[in-house]
């Protein structure tokens, strides 16, 4: 069974904190993508993964930076969390060269900052 | 510049109706991907079909069905005979062949409630 796994599924933060959301595939999938979601907004891309090291901005990348240091862990740092920040993350991995591939979820982490 | 609309933010029906979810997208490319995803409450987007953009014959997934039609740009889902457990809300997603980054961009979704 396929499995992406992100590290909390609610978490609390302080304004200023730095916050690491974590999230880590079993599929050996190339790709790998952070999704914000909000009411009325749906999901944006905030930044997105396609090889170890390596990353590209996605639609919404201010204010977070992101790390993969291996192939199967993807994780979106909040430098200083804001309470603009507050929100759903959506991790999802996919395998590469396949543009025709679905994208597989994890269950998401509400994080609220205070 | 690729784009999914899904002008429906909220439906609410009666069980057993049927319901379609709309869904339009914008893309330059001619080979491309849609998809549907169905994110009930617990939060994880569950995939539930994939469509490329050189077959247009309508899907039937037991009580699923989807219409894609390119002249309008549209990849419509429709539920026959609702159920409450079909609540959830709905995305439509485009992913085009021409990005190497395999990148896949969501409609804003339409949150479906069935009511008993």
């Known amino acids: 069974d396929v499995k992406v796994t992100q590290s909390s599924r609610y978490l609390v933060k302080r304004t200023g904190e730095k916050v690491f959301l974590e999230c880590v595939q079993d599929?050996?999938?190339?790709?790998m993508f952070w999704y914000r979601q909000d009411p009325g907004l749906g999901l944006r891309l905030i930044y997105f993964?396609?090889?170890?090291?390596?990353?590209e901005k996605g639609d919404i990348p201010e204010g977070y930076s992101v790390s993969r240091e291996k192939k199967e862990r993807f994780s979106l740092i909040l430098e200083s969390a804001s309470t603009n920040q507050t929100s759903m993350y959506l991790c999802?991995?996919?395998?590469?060269?396949?543009?025709?591939?679905?994208?597989?979820f994890g269950q998401g982490t509400r994080l609220t900052v205070v | 510049a690729q784009k999914v609309t899904q002008a429906q933010t909220e439906i609410s029906v009666v069980e057993k109706e049927d319901v379609t979810l709309d869904c339009v997208y914008e893309?330059?490319?001619?080979?491309?991907?849609l998809f549907w995803y169905k994110q009930p409450p617990s939060g994880e987007l569950v995939f539930l079909i994939r469509?490329?953009?050189?077959?247009?014959q309508n899907e039937i997934s037991g009580r699923y069905s989807w219409n894609f039609q390119k002249s309008t740009s549209s990849f419509n889902f429709t539920i026959t005979a609702s159920q409450v457990v079909d609540s959830a809300v709905y995305f439509c997603?485009?992913?085009?062949?021409?990005?190497?980054?395999?990148?896949?961009?969501f409609g804003k979704g339409t949150r479906l409630h069935i009511l008993p």
């Open positions: 999802a991995s996919s395998l590469t060269g396949r543009w025709n591939t679905e994208a597989f």
């Open positions: 599929m050996d999938h190339e790709n």
């Open positions: 993964s396609y090889d170890v090291k390596m990353k």
């Open positions: 893309t330059r490319d001619t080979t491309y991907y």
């Open positions: 469509r490329n953009s050189f077959d247009e």
């Open positions: 997603a485009l992913s085009e062949a021409r990005n190497r980054d395999d990148k896949i961009i």
